[in-house]
């Protein structure tokens, strides 16, 4: 399963990466899967795939899609992720 996950999905050549996240990211939160999504959070920041600022437009973007009453666990994650990224830097 990694093999084919990080192997053939995610190197295909029609989806760059960054978009490819941001559709994991998407499908994360719609199943409240929010400790799996802050760790795509991270790793999208880390490689540079997407700033601190579009994160949070990432988080604005997928509030009403994900219902308001998640919205706090989709923010607490975000937050993370760009808290524990700027003290790295």
């Not at 093999?3 to 996240?21: M, S």
């Not at 988080?59 to 994900?66: A, D, E, S």
């Amino acid at each position: 399963m990694i093999g084919h996950l990080f192997g053939e999905v995610w190197t295909g050549e029609a989806l760059d990466v960054p978009t490819r996240r941001l559709l994991v990211m998407g499908v994360l939160a719609a199943q409240h899967e929010f400790d799996t999504l802050g760790i795509q959070f991270s790793n999208a920041l880390r490689t540079g795939e997407l700033t601190t600022e579009q994160v949070r437009e990432v988080v604005i973007q997928l509030i009403p899609y994900v219902g308001y009453p998640s919205s706090g666990s989709l923010f607490r994650v975000s937050e993370s992720a760009i808290s524990k990224f700027e003290e790295s830097k």
